[in-house]
């Protein structure tokens, strides 16, 4: 099965500032996801992201998809201290993903205060 | 309120037991999965069912063991055989098993075997 790896593995920034995470991935896929994870917590949907999509908004959060590169990214504007968490990159196990999906590690953003 | 219960918070058992997880969502969602979630990790699919009376193996599927009788349940049970159990062990369903869509997530067991 494929599997997204997120980079960096930690990021801390000052409140306000913006976040940048990335994600690679290993084969095709039919979208992506973003999932944020609070310390101990189950996880959060962010966004998801077709394959035929090249960039997609929410709010603060920024997410790109570059497909011949097999990356994603997931921005975050004017950080706030409720943003700490981690966040981490999903595909479909198999590319479909009704089969479940596969995580990176994930990367654990800080914004301090 | 509409979601996705898990049940206990905390769970600790002694090595040899067998113990069950419950998971309930009331989304109406076909598929649930089960994923586990080890220190600085992310998740692995450990089961997971598309729809009701039906489920498959994921990924790290060896010492588990599911049933879905029923649309909104879906518990998942650690056996003895499992070698490494302590674990954060998280459920999620998504509205349809045929294709990807999001998945909401419960808000997750920790077993703790010694």
């Known amino acids: 099965s494929q599997q997204g790896e997120e980079d960096p593995q930690a990021l801390s920034i000052q409140e306000g500032e913006n976040a940048t995470m990335n994600c690679s991935y290993k084969?095709?896929?039919?979208?992506l996801q973003w999932y944020r994870q609070n310390s101990g917590r189950g996880l959060v949907h962010l966004i998801l992201?077709?394959?035929?999509?090249r960039e997609k908004h929410s709010g603060r959060l920024r997410v790109t998809l570059d497909t011949s590169k097999k990356s994603s990214s997931l921005l975050i504007t004017a950080s706030r201290a409720a943003d700490t968490a981690s966040y981490f990159c999903a595909t479909g196990r198999y590319g479909g993903g009704a089969d479940g999906l596969t995580f990176g590690k994930g990367t654990h953003l800080i914004i301090q205060p | 309120d509409g979601g996705i219960t898990q049940s206990p918070k905390y769970l600790f058992r002694k090595e040899g037991q067998n113990v069950t997880l419950s998971c309930e969502q009331n989304l109406n969602h076909d598929a649930m999965y089960w994923y586990r979630q080890d220190p600085g990790q992310g998740l692995r699919l450990i089961y997971y069912s598309q729809i009701v009376n039906d489920f498959q193996k994921g990924d790290i599927a060896e010492g588990y063991s599911v049933s879905r009788e029923k649309k909104e349940s879906f518990p998942l049970t650690v056996t003895s055989a499992q070698k490494n159990p302590t674990a954060f062990y998280l459920c999620?369903?998504?509205?349809?098993?045929?294709?990807?869509?999001?998945?909401?997530f419960g808000p997750g067991t920790r077993l703790t075997v010694t």
């Open positions: 999620a369903s998504s509205i349809d098993g045929r294709a990807s869509y999001e998945q909401y």
């Open positions: 992201i077709r394959s035929n999509e």
């Open positions: 084969t095709s896929i039919n979208n």
